[in-house]
C-alpha cells in the first residue's frame, strides 16, 4: 500500500483546509487509517482515525469539534477537514493505514500501523 498525502499549506488562525491522502496498491487490504502530526523536537501526535468499512471515527480530544475525518471508498482517499484551526496546529500530518481493524483503544498509537504517507506541512499563522 502506498499512501499519497496532500492539502497542507499556510493559512490563518481561524481558517480552514483539507488533507487528503490517496492510497494506492493494495487498498482492499486496508481495515483502519490514520492521521497523526509531528513538530520538530516531539513525538508523533494523534489526530484522528476511521475504520475503512464501517466509518467509525476517533479524534484526539484537541481536535475534537473542529476537525473531521472521511474517506472516500470509491476513490480509496481518506480526507481530513480541518476547521477553526489554531497556531498549535502547526505541524507536519502524516496518514497512515493498516491491514487490521485497530481497537479503539489503540487507534492513538503510531506502531500500529504499518504504512505511512510522506507528510504534508500545516502552518497556521496568528
Known amino acids: 500500500v502506498q499512501l499519497q498525502a496532500s492539502g497542507g499549506g499556510l493559512v490563518q488562525a481561524g481558517d480552514s483546509l483539507r488533507l487528503s491522502c490517496a492510497a494506492s496498491g493494495r487498498t482492499s487490504s486496508i481495515y483502519t487509517m490514520g492521521w497523526f502530526r509531528q513538530v520538530p523536537g516531539k513525538e508523533r501526535e494523534f489526530v484522528a482515525s476511521?475504520?475503512?468499512?464501517?466509518?467509525?471515527?476517533a479524534y484526539a480530544d484537541g481536535v475534537k469539534g473542529r476537525f473531521t475525518i472521511s474517506r472516500d471508498n470509491a476513490k480509496n482517499t481518506l480526507h481530513l477537514q480541518m476547521d477553526s484551526l489554531k497556531p498549535e496546529d502547526t505541524a507536519v500530518y502524516y496518514c497512515?493505514?493498516?491491514?487490521?481493524?485497530?481497537?479503539?483503544?489503540?487507534?492513538?498509537?503510531?506502531?500500529?500501523?504499518?504504512?505511512w504517507g510522506q507528510g504534508t506541512l500545516v502552518t497556521v499563522s496568528s
Open positions: 497512515a493505514a493498516d491491514p487490521q481493524i485497530i481497537i479503539l483503544s489503540s487507534v492513538r498509537r503510531a506502531n500500529m500501523y504499518d504504512y
Open positions: 476511521i475504520r475503512w468499512n464501517s466509518g467509525t471515527a
